[in-house]
């Protein structure tokens, strides 16, 4: 099975490309060109583009049969979020787009690793995916969440 990853390079999508790769799939790790990549293994076809720009997504989605979308802007602070949610939205629409277009099955959405969700605690350890992600947090993060609620509510047109 071939997958491409949205934001390979990302700590989601970095952990996502490896755990893939472990499982058989020939994976495609769609990248910006200003991406670093040393924690990519090399067993990879790089994609370079911008979830921004459809033209990019539809090329790399060529062949694929599954897209893991794990790539989007990423701050915890200093953000505007009119940009934030635009972004997101944005990208999401382009990666319906070019999945339509190559015929992809199926789309899987993740969302960043600082929404995971919000604890009492000053730390979690989350495990995210099996045997290979572990994230701790000293920082409480609810408005991630908030933005997250604002995106998913904003894409429930695209979806239906």
Same mark, same amino acid.
């Given at each position: 099975?071939?997958?491409?990853? %949205?934001?390979?390079? @990302? ?5 996502? %490309?490896? /755990? =893939?790769?472990? &499982?058989?799939?020939?994976? &495609? ?10 924690? =990519?293994? #090399?067993?990879? /076809?790089?994609?370079? @583009? ?5 033209? $990019?997504? +539809?090329?790399?989605?060529? #062949? ?7 790539? @989007? ?12 949610? @635009? ?16 015929? !992809? +099955?199926?789309?899987?959405? %993740?969302? $960043?690793? !600082? %929404? !995971?969700?919000?604890?009492? &605690?000053? +730390? ?6 099996? #045997? ?15 933005? &997250? ?10 979806? +239906?």
């Amino acid at each position: 099975m071939r997958a491409l990853v %949205t934001g390979a390079s @990302g700590l989601i999508g970095n952990n996502l %490309t490896k /755990e =893939l790769l472990l &499982k058989g799939f020939s994976v &495609k790790a769609f990248v910006r060109s200003t991406s670093n990549l040393q924690s =990519l293994p #090399g067993n990879i /076809e790089l994609c370079y @583009g911008d979830m921004l720009d459809v033209e $990019s997504l +539809k090329s790399a989605a060529t #062949g694929c049969d599954i897209i893991f979308h794990t790539a @989007g802007m990423f701050a915890y602070w200093g953000y505007n979020t009119q940009q934030f949610i @635009g972004e997101a939205k944005q990208g999401m629409e382009n990666i319906i787009i070019a999945a339509a277009y190559n015929k !992809v +099955k199926r789309i899987v959405f %993740t969302s $960043s690793s !600082v %929404t !995971v969700g919000a604890t009492e &605690k000053q +730390k979690c350890s989350l495990n995210l995916l099996p #045997g290979i992600l572990r994230m701790h947090r000293d920082m409480l993060l609810p408005s991630c969440n908030r933005n &997250k609620q604002r995106f998913q509510k904003e894409m429930n047109w695209v979806l +239906k």
